[in-house]
């Protein structure tokens, strides 16, 4: 095994982890999941951009694992010899390289497809543990250099530029962004594809393709991060929200055999994702950021045949129409997505959690593309260095972002409607909070006004208490954690009953008596911040999403036997 100067950062310290040498004698007992294929002198094994064999083992010769250029030449990453594999998590489910591999000369190879890769990580324990820690470091070293991923030319503070990276990084998928004014690769892009400067962002997909500031959806598409739905086959569960609930969800039912779709008309991770620290979630000692704590799970849902549409987002639900298999009790259920696809299952558990809630302020859409957000990633923290921000919110999501944002920014100005912190907001960061010395938490206070041109965003204005006394302070950005109000407008016309504030209703409240998780809809579940009722904590979500999976089995169960009798009858 060899690196260039292309190597990831990551392999300086965990090179052993990421680049294992396997024995002969686990490479025999990795034998019966694949088949050995030879390849000549300069064959490639792996192109950017197409679906690759899965995880290829080398048995003999050596495979150079280059980046992708826009140029004809290629930059090394590294070269494996025999007992090196080639591979990283898109194998686990067939998405497209990110990387090109070619032959230096004769080489023979142990080629595993996604789904039997997928069997040979649970079925050899010691051996997939060690194969999916060095898929997902690799992974993590691919978002280190942004190697593989879509280019996007723009500058950093462009709204349609955050847009994109905000989505790709919730996504954990490698990109890098070129700004035209200082990047030269960016200036022959844009002369390339004769761009006219008003026209940016441009993205340039892997493989070859350029958009025009595109839609999520599409750039999603171009680069392979989720593909067309098989509209005849009926899944076991379809779950709806890729949070922590429906993560926790499909890995507990997929891992017991039931056969599991995950929507999410954004990303995975939720707003548990999208938070910089948790630290009171169990076996986390030192904490752990939201987005790897979601990236774990969305792996481990994967490993377990979990199949992923992301973003795809669902627009209805109802009681299919085929006659020899629908029946008011038992669906199946036809979720209609708004690309005009649709997924048929035989039950349905809505975990689509909340969104987050705008205040009232006059044109604040002006300035949400660009200034204001609602969350706190690198990527946000990083637009701030050494500037003053304002901050709304008194919640356990917002003093999480006030200190990971006072990290870096200037002074944290925190804005609370209540007299306090402590009557909404842990202890523990309560505490870590006071002792900020950049960080002034204003009490009773409320925005009254905001003031910028051209997108951005210059002054905050806010009123303090009953005397109503206006504070004006300039600053560029303002980060909104106000709380969340339930995602639940696609359940219209659906059966699926929700309360006034619109959660859905469950348990006895729906009139249900196969359980609290169940809504007034046989086969459908409620789980997470979206069931009324709920514990709003990641740990509680987690929790609902593996009690969920045994009502699935009753009520599937149940469904068996009903569609059984009827057919012999």
Request: hydrophobic residues 45%.
């Given at each position: 095994?060899?690196?260039?100067?292309?190597?990831?950062?990551?392999?300086?310290?965990?090179?052993?982890q990421?680049?294992p040498?396997?024995e002969?004698?686990?490479i025999?007992?990795m034998?019966?999941?694949?088949?050995?294929?030879a390849?000549?002198?300069?064959d490639?094994?792996?192109?950017?951009?197409?679906a690759?064999?899965?995880?290829?083992i080398?048995?003999?010769?050596?495979?150079?694992?280059?980046?992708h250029?826009?140029t004809a030449?290629?930059?090394?990453?590294?070269?494996?010899h025999?007992?090196?594999?080639?591979?990283?998590l898109?194998?686990?489910?067939?998405?497209p390289?990110?990387?090109?591999?070619?032959?230096?000369?004769?080489?023979?190879?142990?080629?595993?497809?996604?789904?039997?890769?997928?069997?040979?990580?649970?079925?050899?324990?010691?051996?997939?543990?060690r194969?999916m820690?060095?898929?997902?470091?690799?992974?993590?070293g691919?978002?280190?250099?942004?190697?593989?991923?879509?280019?996007?030319?723009?500058?950093?503070?462009?709204?349609?530029?955050?847009?994109?990276?905000?989505?790709?990084?919730?996504n954990g998928?490698?990109h890098?962004?070129?700004?035209?004014?200082?990047?030269?690769?960016?200036?022959?892009?844009?002369?390339?594809?004769?761009?006219?400067?008003g026209?940016?962002?441009?993205?340039?997909?892997?493989?070859?393709?350029?958009?025009?500031?595109?839609?999520?959806?599409?750039?999603?598409?171009?680069?392979?991060?989720?593909?067309?739905?098989?509209?005849?086959?009926?899944?076991?569960?379809a779950?709806v929200?890729?949070?922590?609930?429906?993560?926790?969800?499909?890995?507990?039912?997929a891992?017991?055999?039931?056969?599991?779709?995950?929507?999410?008309?954004?990303?995975f991770?939720?707003?548990a994702?999208?938070?910089a620290?948790i630290?009171?979630?169990?076996?986390?000692?030192?904490?752990?950021?939201?987005?790897?704590?979601?990236?774990?799970a969305?792996?481990?849902?994967?490993k377990?045949?979990?199949?992923?549409?992301?973003p795809?987002?669902?627009?209805?639900?109802?009681i299919?129409?085929?006659?020899?298999?629908?029946?008011?009790?038992?669906?199946?259920?036809?979720?209609r997505?708004?690309?005009?696809?649709?997924?048929?299952a035989?039950?349905?558990?809505?975990?689509?959690?909340?969104?987050?809630?705008?205040?009232q302020?006059?044109?604040?859409?002006?300035?949400?593309?660009?200034?204001?957000?609602?969350?706190?990633s690198?990527?946000?923290?990083?637009?701030?260095?050494?500037?003053?921000?304002?901050?709304?919110?008194?919640?356990?999501?917002?003093?999480?972002a006030?200190?990971?944002l006072?990290?870096?920014?200037?002074?944290?100005?925190?804005?609370?409607?209540g007299?306090?912190?402590?009557?909404?907001?842990?202890?523990?960061?309560?505490?870590?909070?006071?002792?900020?010395?950049?960080?002034?938490?204003?009490?009773?206070?409320?925005?009254?006004?905001?003031?910028?041109?051209?997108?951005?965003?210059?002054t905050?204005?806010?009123?303090?208490?009953?005397?109503?006394e206006?504070?004006?302070?300039?600053?560029?950005?303002?980060?909104?954690?106000?709380?969340a109000?339930?995602?639940?407008?696609?359940?219209?016309?659906?059966g699926?009953?929700?309360d006034?504030?619109?959660?859905?209703?469950?348990?006895?409240?729906?009139?249900?008596?196969?359980?609290?998780?169940?809504t007034s809809?046989?086969g459908?579940?409620?789980?997470?911040d979206?069931?009324?009722g709920?514990?709003?904590?990641?740990?509680?979500?987690?929790?609902?999403g593996?009690?969920?999976?045994?009502?699935?089995h009753?009520?599937?169960?149940?469904?068996?036997?009903?569609?059984?009798?009827?057919?012999?009858?």
């Amino acid at each position: 095994m060899s690196r260039s100067g292309a190597a990831f950062k990551i392999a300086e310290t965990r090179s052993d982890q990421m680049f294992p040498i396997l024995e002969p004698l686990e490479i025999e007992r990795m034998r019966r999941f694949g088949v050995t294929r030879a390849f000549g002198a300069g064959d490639a094994l792996v192109r950017v951009g197409e679906a690759g064999h899965g995880l290829g083992i080398i048995l003999a010769g050596a495979v150079d694992v280059t980046r992708h250029h826009d140029t004809a030449s290629r930059e090394l990453i590294i070269t494996h010899h025999p007992g090196a594999f080639m591979g990283e998590l898109a194998q686990l489910v067939g998405r497209p390289a990110l990387v090109d591999a070619h032959a230096r000369g004769p080489v023979q190879a142990l080629l595993i497809p996604p789904d039997r890769l997928r069997a040979l990580l649970i079925a050899e324990a010691d051996l997939g543990e060690r194969i999916m820690r060095a898929l997902i470091l690799r992974r993590v070293g691919l978002l280190e250099t942004g190697v593989g991923g879509p280019v996007i030319v723009g500058r950093a503070d462009n709204g349609d530029v955050l847009r994109l990276e905000g989505f790709l990084a919730r996504n954990g998928h490698p990109h890098l962004r070129l700004d035209p004014e200082t990047d030269l690769e960016a200036k022959v892009l844009i002369a390339r594809f004769g761009v006219d400067p008003g026209q940016l962002p441009i993205v340039l997909c892997p493989t070859g393709q350029l958009l025009r500031n595109p839609g999520e959806a599409e750039l999603a598409r171009c680069i392979g991060l989720v593909g067309p739905i098989d509209p005849d086959r009926l899944y076991d569960v379809a779950i709806v929200g890729a949070g922590p609930a429906g993560l926790a969800a499909a890995v507990y039912a997929a891992s017991e055999g039931l056969s599991v779709l995950v929507c999410d008309c954004r990303a995975f991770g939720g707003q548990a994702g999208a938070s910089a620290r948790i630290e009171n979630y169990l076996g986390f000692p030192t904490g752990i950021t939201g987005m790897a704590l979601m990236a774990r799970a969305y792996s481990q849902a994967q490993k377990f045949g979990v199949e992923m549409a992301i973003p795809d987002e669902v627009t209805t639900l109802h009681i299919g129409h085929d006659p020899i298999r629908e029946d008011a009790e038992h669906g199946p259920f036809v979720l209609r997505l708004s690309n005009d696809e649709s997924v048929i299952a035989r039950s349905v558990v809505i975990a689509c959690g909340a969104r987050y809630r705008r205040p009232q302020i006059e044109n604040l859409e002006a300035f949400e593309a660009s200034s204001v957000h609602y969350w706190a990633s690198p990527l946000e923290r990083k637009l701030c260095e050494r500037q003053e921000v304002v901050l709304v919110g008194a919640g356990n999501s917002a003093g999480q972002a006030v200190v990971y944002l006072a990290g870096l920014v200037a002074k944290v100005w925190v804005l609370v409607r209540g007299g306090s912190l402590a009557a909404s907001m842990s202890t523990y960061l309560v505490d870590r909070i006071s002792g900020l010395a950049n960080v002034e938490v204003v009490t009773d206070a409320q925005i009254s006004r905001l003031e910028g041109g051209g997108g951005m965003l210059h002054t905050v204005h806010w009123r303090r208490g009953a005397s109503g006394e206006e504070v004006r302070q300039p600053v560029r950005h303002l980060f909104l954690f106000i709380g969340a109000e339930p995602n639940t407008n696609w359940l219209s016309g659906s059966g699926v009953a929700v309360d006034a504030k619109g959660f859905v209703i469950s348990g006895s409240d729906a009139n249900s008596d196969r359980g609290s998780l169940e809504t007034s809809r046989r086969g459908v579940f409620a789980i997470g911040d979206v069931r009324s009722g709920s514990v709003k904590r990641v740990a509680a979500a987690v929790g609902e999403g593996a009690r969920v999976v045994a009502a699935l089995h009753a009520f599937l169960g149940a469904a068996n036997g009903v569609q059984a009798f009827s057919r012999n009858h």
